[in-house]
């Protein structure tokens, strides 16, 4: 339908041609074909508008499956040190976008390397290439074989406050695991150890000090991206003030979004700043903004929050699905529903065939 600017336009212009019939009575016939023809030579030289580039991503979107899309919004764990009938089953049957591995998973340097490959030789059939992914934070969080060195924890790394050195510990763990053929980190940790009686943060927290774990966190998510390896920043919106591990339960804060926002949110607000490629939603409930669920199945935290407020265009995971927080809490499948429904883009579910099978 015309804009009413525009259908005045036109009504003017047909009305300017009419007039014109009425005043002009004759015209000479060498005039009109000269300027037919001027007409046809403007035509012609016009520039005609180049077609809309494709997008590749809604390209390959749409060449997809139901069965297909469904599967892309899944990480799972896998059981084993090999390819076991279950592992191939999600990958040719549910096509599950990713995997990720834990430490019992892990041997040793060469069967960890035929694991990975085995795993993307697999995958060879469909249509993508899987995130292969592992929580390797340095520290008490680390997933790699004994014969690697460890890394100082966040903490200390935290205590010694060097951008630079934060920058090279994130590129040289992403060349690390890179080197097996990981392209996904869930790290850094970006809580800020607010609570010293947390039990589940602590070391793993760059500090109680905003700033550093801020500046320390982003220098440590550029060197991880610095190796074309993905990192998935967390735990949204701050896993620093709880007194409950969600491995366990489900952690209640009573915090509002005012003191979020002078603290917790803080560091998520700058690496989104700073080009954040993921962001890993927590399992933990903040009843002062959103009494009823928590954050990983909360639009107002997920869409409200972190999309619109914090206008984060990345991609969206959730912390996994079978920790305590959840199960004790929740169907997993009603949970993930609820989670894709709040805006999640992948759900993490490490622990149980079954479960997977629950969740897709």
Do not use: W
């Not at 065939?353 to 969740?359: A, E, L, V």
Request: aromatic share 4%.
């Amino acid at each position: 339908m015309l804009k009413k600017s525009s259908l005045i336009l036109v009504l003017l212009f047909i009305l300017s041609v009419m007039c014109g019939c009425n005043i002009i009575k004759t015209v000479d016939n060498q005039n009109i074909s000269n300027n037919s023809s001027q007409i046809d030579d403007a035509q012609d030289s016009e520039v005609k508008p180049e077609p809309k580039p494709i997008d590749p991503i809604k390209e390959q979107i749409g060449k997809m499956t139901i069965d297909e899309k469904i599967g892309q919004m899944l990480i799972v764990g896998i059981e084993g040190y090999n390819l076991n009938e279950n592992t191939k089953s999600l990958i040719e049957k549910s096509k599950v976008g990713g995997v990720i591995l834990f430490s019992n998973n892990v041997q040793a340097t060469n069967q960890l390397l035929n694991l990975l490959n085995s795993l993307k030789s697999e995958n060879l059939k469909n249509k993508l290439p899987l995130f292969l992914s592992v929580d390797e934070e340095g520290g008490r969080v680390t997933r790699m074989p004994k014969e690697f060195q460890k890394f100082p924890t966040n903490k200390t790394i935290g205590k010694i406050n060097d951008v630079t050195l934060s920058n090279r510990i994130g590129s040289t763990i992403a060349m690390e695991i890179g080197s097996f053929g990981f392209n996904m980190d869930f790290a850094p940790v970006l809580d800020v150890n607010s609570n010293s009686k947390n039990p589940v943060i602590g070391n793993r927290s760059f500090g109680a000090d905003v700033n550093i774990v801020s500046n320390l966190g982003i220098q440590t998510m550029k060197g991880i991206q610095s190796e074309n390896i993905i990192p998935v920043v967390k735990h949204f919106p701050g896993h620093g003030d709880t007194s409950v591990d969600s491995h366990l339960g489900l952690p209640s804060v009573t915090n509002d979004l005012k003191r979020l926002k002078s603290l917790e949110l803080i560091p998520f607000i700058e690496v989104i700043k700073n080009n954040a490629d993921a962001v890993m939603i927590s399992h933990i409930l903040l009843p002062k903004i959103d009494s009823e669920n928590p954050s990983s199945l909360s639009k107002i935290i997920i869409t409200n929050i972190l999309r619109d407020d914090l206008n984060f265009n990345g991609v969206i995971i959730t912390d996994d699905m079978t920790m305590g927080a959840i199960v004790k809490n929740y169907n997993i499948g009603e949970a993930t529903v609820k989670s894709v429904k709040a805006e999640t883009d992948i759900v993490l579910v490490c622990h149980g065939y079954d479960n997977k099978s629950r969740s897709n």
